[in-house]
């Protein structure tokens, strides 16, 4: 399971937006890795200017579509 993958299925079992540092946390107690949160936010933005899924609700927080 990639990085985006874990973060997209945190997103979709919350059912509601996370900022980026809930969604470290989860990542790193759920999956036991630490990711960096500007690859994270970057990759996060990529889905929502693509379209792929993903909505920004407020700053740094996201929600899956």
């Known amino acids: 399971m990639s990085n985006i993958d874990m973060v997209l299925d945190i997103l979709r079992k919350a059912k509601r937006p996370l900022h980026v540092s809930d969604l470290l946390a989860q990542v790193k107690a759920q999956y036991g890795v630490a ?7 970057s990759a996060l933005v990529k889905k929502v200017h693509r379209n792929q899924g993903v909505l920004r609700t407020a700053p740094n927080t996201f929600e899956v579509k």
Do not use: A, Q, Y
């Open 35 to 41: 990711l960096d949160r500007e690859s994270l936010v």
